[in-house]
């Protein structure tokens, strides 16, 4: 696939220099506007323009909206005001409203008064919701029929209809706007006859969300329904738009690297990596950098305290990398597995009981088969291997039981504080493993002093 | 939602205690399947069996598949041979294949002898597919039509034999069974007359997978090109069936969970989070807690090498869990983001020096301003506020510059590491935080050291 694009590019350059452009024309309509767009991004910038021109209408409208913001910004800004115009006029207005929210304000004032002007009000509708809601990412582009329609004029409709509607497939019907039932295109031509009334095959109990529904719940019942749309409605059950599977998908995608990025203490990013320059890298890792280092100065307060005991038992500090990254790791398998049922809707607040009781049992195991094989290590390795001395059989009992009661902890902390946060309205992926980690580490040492007060200075 | 189950669970076990057949039948038919088998799956057991007949036979169908394994079964152990063979009947290949793959031996064997022979045929083929290739997910039910029918024709082959199929949105259009084009439903509606010939129409550069590919790429090319379907081919490009969107979607999903599970150091499981009892948990944890405590033993070591020098200067262990956490930070944030730019296909090997270098100057960059916050912080919290007096400038300079490289060290290996994994064939995932923060606490430590050599031992 690599390969076949880097060839793509090199002879897209030679063709335009040999000024071949019937064939470029020829050889880009044999290609999908994904494809295109993946080639477009390779080629100098310069180039872009005329090669854009090239395109037949459809293709060029459905290759734009593949391409980066980058790109398409410079392209809109070379247009002449009808070459903008054809674009738009192609563009479903869902993609058109994610143009529109990433361009610079003069890009977007250009947009809005060469589109059509329902367009340009459709746009206007759209933009005023909720970044994170139902109606930012639902098309108002929906086939719509009635009652009293009979198949027949159902299908004469579609076709009469159907060049400017995101889906076909899913027709929806509706009485004074209100959203009464839905029919597939399928049970349409599956039907008996042209003479059925749409009333007699058309699904009743349509399930719809509202336009203030959060999207990644619209997401997650696309995985749940296997549905190709979904119908938004307003307050009065009015239908607005609709969402399709492939707006689902893309919610559900960057749901997941939005999850991920968070987890592994950064703040979430709207670039792809090779698009992020060091510096938008740097900008989302250092709060959290910066944070979780200050929230180390507990583990070195308590360091701090116990400095004379340290002192006194030197051998004690070489396991307290193992404690902590042990802590650490026991604490933040809980939080990611909670964190991931929470994202999939499997676990709600409610469940935090059955949980936590779920996570202790699970904690037993754990601390005591990695304590148990911890003496061994400690024994065969510092004690034998390493000939310290120091490292007696009460050490060993001392970091073992330190670090059942870390794992234990551990889980606890990690199962609960994601379920919390949920609750508490944050984001749950806030609680993974370095936030974790923080705590986990003040607590085993915590832990671990107070056990060696126990057994090793009584 | 939630609380409607609750009700609706109530509702029903009161109607099945009244003998109200025929209204639980009804109410159950104004649900949608998924929600159905939600409810059952809350229900007692030894009910399912008689609710499940009252279901009519499509629907029951359709609640079959969206069952756990468990539930599916103790029904199938509890159906009659015809009943069974209702059931079988109602099935898409691919449900069927996903189901008896959860079965065990004599369960399937009873499927495999109860189904019609063209389907036990047809099961036993998709079986025979390696578990992670587009063979093993696709069904073998799609639309066929040959360049010499008419849109007319066309309609009308979809009318007759589109009720079994899994789409009829997308068919593909074949001259003996080799894949020669594509045609959309939507294309057919919109066809200028019926005597329009397929040929004519058809899109004839049709992007497919063959059986063998990877069932992760298949659904990457969904993403990317927002197919419903997508054709399967063998060697000899002869289409053996489809692969759909909702397929797509699930593989996505799970991919996603898979590789959240292994970054949080947990090898993946198939079960969701409730269905897990805390020894399927343990078992998924304990191999990476053991791992990773046992791989803890060369940060010991190097303490136990350097516990004279510790001894002599103790202060230096109040900042040894700040540095490891925050190189355990610094990696984890660039393995995280490598490994999920990997699984969605941004990154490759070849952008490997790219990446190094985008990452070292994101280094230098948190490195400089995390170390003169620490500066900071340790003069004022550790050396004025705890009022320690061992915490000279001259230690807070050995740890700010240990703390300098170690996030520039960590963040090298960090994006390293997973692109090496992937190469040599390993799942980049296993790179991520729990397995950097082992490598990148034993190099704090070296160089810690190393730096207090030179400048507080000299």
């Known amino acids: 696939m690599n390969e076949h694009n880097v060839t793509m590019e090199d002879t897209l350059a030679l063709l335009l220099e040999g000024k071949k452009y019937a064939s470029i024309r020829d050889v880009l309509t044999t290609m999908n506007p994904s494809d295109i767009a993946a080639v477009f991004s390779k080629m100098e910038e310069?180039?872009?323009?005329?090669?854009?021109?090239?395109?037949?209408?459809?293709?060029?409208?459905?290759?734009?909206?593949?391409?980066?913001?980058?790109?398409?910004?410079?392209?809109?800004?070379?247009?002449?005001?009808?070459?903008?115009r054809d674009v738009l006029?192609?563009?479903?207005?869902?993609?058109?409203?994610?143009?529109?929210?990433?361009?610079?304000?003069?890009?977007?004032?250009?947009?809005?008064?060469?589109?059509?002007?329902?367009?340009?009000?459709?746009?206007?509708?759209?933009?005023?919701?909720?970044?994170?809601?139902?109606?930012?990412?639902?098309?108002?582009?929906y086939v719509s029929l009635r009652e009293s329609m009979t198949v027949g004029d159902a299908i004469t409709h579609i076709r009469r209809t159907g060049v400017d509607k995101e889906t076909i497939y899913t027709c929806y019907v509706t009485s004074n706007r209100t959203l009464v039932g839905m029919v597939s295109v399928k049970t349409l031509l599956l039907a008996?006859?042209?003479?059925?009334?749409?009333?007699?095959?058309?699904?009743?109990?349509?399930?719809?969300?509202?336009?203030?529904?959060?999207?990644?719940?619209?997401?997650?019942?696309?995985?749940k329904y296997n549905f190709l749309a979904i119908p938004v409605v307003d307050g009065e059950t009015r239908i607005v738009g609709i969402i399709t599977f492939d707006d689902a998908m893309d919610v559900l995608e960057s749901a997941a690297t939005e999850d991920i990025e968070i987890m592994g203490g950064m703040t979430p990013s709207d670039k792809t990596y090779l698009r992020s320059t060091p510096f938008d890298l740097f900008k989302h890792r250092i709060p959290w950098l910066l944070l979780l280092m200050v929230s180390a100065t507990f583990t070195g307060m308590i360091l701090n305290v116990f400095e004379e005991k340290l002192q006194a038992v030197v051998v004690l500090t070489i396991f307290i990398p193992m404690l902590m990254d042990t802590g650490g790791n026991s604490g933040s398998q809980s939080s990611v597995t909670?964190?991931?049922?929470?994202?999939?809707?499997?676990?709600?607040?409610?469940?935090?009981?059955?949980?936590?009781?779920?996570?202790?049992?699970?904690a037993v195991l754990c601390g005591c088969v990695v304590?148990?094989?911890?003496?061994?290590k400690i024994?065969?390795?510092?004690?034998?291997?390493?000939?310290?001395?120091a490292v007696t059989p009460w050490v060993a009992l001392t970091v073992c039981l330190t670090m059942v009661i870390?794992?234990?902890?551990?889980?606890?902390?990690?199962?609960?504080?994601?379920?919390?946060?949920?609750?508490?309205?944050?984001?749950?992926?806030?609680?993974?493993?370095?936030?974790?980690?923080?705590?986990?580490?003040?607590?085993?040492?915590?832990?671990?002093?107070g056990i060696s007060s126990l057994i090793l200075f009584r």
């Open 46 to 84: 310069e180039r872009l323009p005329l090669l854009f021109r090239l395109l037949p209408k459809e293709l060029a409208a459905e290759t734009f909206v593949e391409m980066e913001p980058e790109s398409q910004e410079m392209l809109i800004r070379g247009f002449s005001d009808s070459e903008l």
């Open 89 to 141: 006029d192609e563009l479903y207005i869902d993609d058109a409203v994610d143009i529109v929210e990433e361009m610079p304000a003069n890009v977007v004032q250009r947009i809005l008064s060469t589109a059509a002007p329902d367009m340009r009000k459709n746009i206007n509708d759209l933009l005023r919701y909720p970044e994170d809601s139902a109606g930012s990412i639902m098309t108002t582009e």
């Open 192 to 223: 008996p006859d042209d003479e059925v009334a749409i009333s007699d095959i058309m699904e009743q109990n349509v399930i719809s969300v509202t336009t203030q529904t959060d999207k990644e719940e619209v997401a997650q019942m696309f995985q």
């Open 338 to 362: 909670i964190i991931r049922a929470i994202s999939l809707g499997e676990i709600e607040f409610t469940d935090l009981l059955k949980v936590i009781w779920k996570e202790i049992r699970t």
């Open 371 to 376: 304590a148990v094989a911890c003496f061994g």
């Open 379 to 389: 024994m065969l390795v510092d004690r034998l291997i390493m000939n310290n001395n």
């Open 406 to 449: 870390t794992v234990c902890v551990a889980k606890i902390i990690g199962c609960t504080l994601p379920m919390v946060a949920k609750k508490l309205g944050f984001d749950p992926a806030v609680m993974a493993a370095p936030f974790i980690t923080t705590i986990v580490d003040a607590i085993s040492l915590l832990v671990y002093f």
